[in-house]
Nanobody, 123 residues
Framework: QVRLVESGGGLVQAGASLSLSCATSGLTFTRYSMAWFRQAPGKERDFVASISGRDGGTSYSDSVKGRFTISRDNAKNLVYLQMDSLKPEDTAVYYC????????????????WGQGTQVTVSS
């Protein structure tokens, strides 16, 4: 049984940092690309960042590029999202997702999802 469990969300002020983690189990981790998505109330689920399982290549949405960093620890089956210089518009539920082979930016391409963790940034 595949499980993805996010942690690390919380309430912070604008300009602060947060680090999210996603613990995975039940899958051959290095075969999977991992991604973070986020969803604000009343909005669609949006791509944030991805990291390839094959070569560790990363990709970011324009809105977070230069502020967020995705990484993975293949020995521990973990994926991280370091979020710096947070803005109120980063407020959302953040989801970890997994798919085999190359990473994509569309939520429908991902077959495994975590339950999400809330990030709230106050102004």
């Amino acid at each position: 049984q595949v499980r993805l469990v996010e942690s690390g969300g919380g309430l912070v002020q604008a300009g602060a940092s947060l680090s999210l983690s996603c613990a995975t189990s039940g899958l051959t981790f290095t075969r999977y690309s991992m991604a973070w998505f986020r969803q604000a109330p009343g909005k669609e689920r949006d791509f944030v960042a991805s990291i390839s399982g094959r070569d560790g290549g990363t990709s970011y949405s324009d809105s977070v590029k230069g502020r967020f960093t995705i990484s993975r620890d293949n020995a521990k089956n973990l994926v991280y999202l370091q979020m710096d210089s947070l803005k109120p518009e980063d407020t959302a539920v953040y989801y970890c997702a997994a798919r085999m082979n190359w990473p994509l930016r569309t939520p429908d391409a991902y077959i495994y999802w975590g339950q999400g963790t809330q990030v709230t940034v106050s102004s």
